[in-house]
């Protein structure tokens, strides 16, 4: 479904992604895990079109997208979840919702779509009409994946949703982010918290200073001497 390959990029001389290739299947979770300053938002920017990069290209759907803006992607079914949220927070949480249903497929489907995402996220109705700013944590979270999910995607790229995040918080969001791969929904999952992230994806990943040092199930990384000396503390 997503094919990335040799990705390099630079932000003016320093380089910070590395010969990165990524390929995703129609159904699968596949976590990008790393450190701090790994290059893993800077990867999902280059792919969603929104940093340019310096060789490479990524097709997604089997066409390239690599002269696409970033609504083109949008459209085509590609959703990009970013770090830190990022929601309109002057806005109520219904009109923030609206916003991710712009391109035009999911427009028409709007209503319909609110009540799914309403199903999943019921702290969303209770909450539809207050601004944005005023939610907690976690659920500016949520409704951060709920304005991404209107946008009716066929792949969809959350950036750390767990950061800063409480243990309960983190648990009840990953088990969300797993359902919306049971209901079909393609999952790139980026994230630090990496046992967790091990622990609900199908594959995974490892960005360190912009190379992928490792790739694998799950279970394989979950089981490696490097992964567990250098992210899980063991
Ligand atoms: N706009 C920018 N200008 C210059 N350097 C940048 C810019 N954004 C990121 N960098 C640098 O590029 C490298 C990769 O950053 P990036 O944000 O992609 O990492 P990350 O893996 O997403 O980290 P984190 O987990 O902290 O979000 C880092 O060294 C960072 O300092
Ligand atoms: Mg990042």
Redesign the pocket.
């Known amino acids: 479904m997503l094919k990335v390959e040799n990705i390099q990029a630079f932000?003016?001389k320093?380089q910070?992604l590395r010969d990165v290739n990524l390929d995703i299947n129609q159904g699968e979770l596949v976590a990008l895990v790393?450190?701090?300053?790994?290059?893993?938002?800077?990867?999902l920017?280059t792919i969603s079109g929104l940093m340019p990069k310096a060789s490479g290209s990524v097709k997604f759907l089997e066409k390239s997208i690599d002269n696409l803006l970033p609504s083109q992607i949008v459209e085509m079914g590609f959703s990009h979840i970013p770090?830190g949220r990022k929601l309109f927070s002057g806005m109520s949480v219904r009109e923030n919702l609206e916003m991710g249903a712009y391109p035009k497929r999911a427009w028409k489907k709007r209503e319909e779509t609110l009540r799914e995402i309403y199903n999943l996220f019921p702290i969303l109705e209770e909450r539809s009409a207050q601004f944005a700013s005023t939610l907690s944590g976690g659920q500016q979270q949520m409704l951060a994946m709920g304005r991404g999910l209107m946008s009716k995607p066929r792949l969809c790229a959350i950036?750390?949703p767990s950061?800063g995040l409480a243990p309960m918080a983190v648990l009840e969001l990953f088990k969300i982010i797993s359902s919306l791969r049971d209901q079909g929904v393609t999952v790139l999952l980026?994230e630090?918290n990496v046992k967790q992230t091990l622990e609900i994806a199908d594959r995974a990943y490892v960005?360190e200073n912009?190379r992928v040092v490792l790739e694998g199930s799950s279970g394989e990384l979950l089981e490696s001497d490097h992964i567990r000396k250098a992210y899980m503390g063991l």
Request: hydrophobic share 30%; glycine share 22%; no cysteine.
């Open positions: 932000y003016g320093i910070v790393g450190a701090n300053g790994a290059g893993k938002t800077t990867l920017n770090e950036d750390e950061n980026i630090q960005l912009g």
